[in-house]
């Protein structure tokens, strides 16, 4: 696909494409610097995408999972029209191994195997696979946009917020979650000021929120993630605004690891909590937090910076990539469904089933 006549003018909001048969993804790793992206062909290279951080973010790592999924199946289909049930399990078995947080991934490919279920098998699946791909992507979008209403009018004019890792376009299917809320209360004016932690190691913050922010006209201010509470300490934050890979059925939050101490900070400020979250984020059959799979990644994360070795011959390292953040400490959750506020069990059983929070 020939995007360079529109390369200067790539957001966010393009991070998945799907185009004439193949997966484009923005490569996310090389961001700002380089605007590039990979073409995927099949469901092991979307796996391997996805795992490598080609793309992130628990809904983008659900929607890219879905068009894996597509290409699964045609790939499947072509190899072999009679036995493309069995390659396709084998690929969606693939595809979960990806990365294990994010149970955006896992809601994802149950939907897409829902559907698989109910197709025949003498028939290519791969239209019927791509319009469950689409409306995935699609509903994340307008979810998204959702959210930064609900979210927005929670805030107050004036605010100084802090956000923590990227929960933005790039995160999602497009506009973000938390980010999508800054971009919302931006437009209403009521944002003072935002500031971004860098988030080591991957530096999501610094390389994919800032790009994201800039490139919306929205100032950004860089923080040392270790900087956060001494900044909430000198007063002006109202709000951390996170979003989150995992929410357990009492309201505990997985989130990118640094978001459990922003909330005991937060918590010592009088500085509030909100995490914006697409319901595919809440995962009911979890009764709390400690039961949410942390992602361990590999210890060169930590003892190199921009490729090179920086830290001392012979340490140690111990690298979870998500931490969780007790629902004690979290003011609201926003999803498409409505606000929790301060929430629990019964709280997020309510919304799942769709009844309003009472006041
Ligand atoms: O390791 P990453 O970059 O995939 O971690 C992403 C996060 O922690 C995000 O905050 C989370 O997935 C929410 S994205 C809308």
């Known amino acids: 696909m020939d995007l360079s006549q529109h390369m200067n003018r790539i957001t966010g909001d393009d991070a998945i494409i799907w185009r004439e048969g193949r997966l484009y993804l923005l490569d996310q790793r090389r961001l700002p610097a380089e605007v590039n992206f990979l073409e995927l062909n099949s469901a092991a290279e979307t796996a391997r995408a ?32 009679a036995r493309w049930q069995a390659a396709i399990r084998d690929d969606i078995e693939h595809l979960g191994r990806s990365r294990p947080t994010a149970v955006n991934l896992f809601w994802a490919l149950k939907r897409m195997e829902a559907l698989l279920a109910e197709l025949p098998a003498d028939r290519d699946p791969s239209d019927a696979l791509l319009q469950e791909a689409i409306a995935i992507h699609q509903a994340d979008i307008r979810a998204n946009r959702h959210m930064g209403e609900l979210g927005a009018s929670l805030i107050g004019a004036g605010s100084g917020v802090i956000t923590h890792c990227n929960a933005g376009a790039l995160a999602t299917g497009g506009y973000g979650t938390a980010l999508g809320v800054i971009r919302s209360a931006h437009k209403r004016g009521l944002i003072r000021e935002v500031l971004a932690d860098e988030t080591r190691p991957w530096l999501q913050g610094a390389r994919l929120t800032a790009w994201e922010l800039l490139q919306d006209q929205i100032p950004v201010t860089l923080l040392a993630d270790g900087a956060a509470a001494h900044r909430m300490a000198q007063g002006g934050i109202d709000w951390i605004i996170v979003g989150s890979d995992r929410i357990a059925a009492n309201g505990d939050v997985a989130n990118k690891i640094g978001t459990y101490g922003l909330a005991v900070a937060a918590k010592h400020h009088g500085v509030q909590v909100m995490v914006a979250a697409p319901t595919s984020t809440i995962d009911m059959e979890l009764a709390g937090g400690s039961e949410i799979p942390i992602e361990v990644r590999g210890e060169e994360e930590l003892l190199g910076c921009g490729g090179r070795q920086v830290a001392a011959k012979g340490a140690g390292v111990w690298n979870p990539v998500f931490d969780v953040t007790p629902n004690e400490l979290i003011d609201a959750i926003v999803t498409e469904r409505g606000v929790v506020t301060s929430p629990n069990r019964k709280k997020m059983e309510n919304l799942m089933a769709n009844r309003p929070e009472s006041p």
């Open 50 to 81: 996805i795992t490598d951080m080609v793309v992130r973010g628990a809904p983008a790592i659900g929607i890219t999972a879905a068009y894996g999924v597509v290409l699964a199946g045609a790939n499947a289909f072509r190899a072999s029209a």
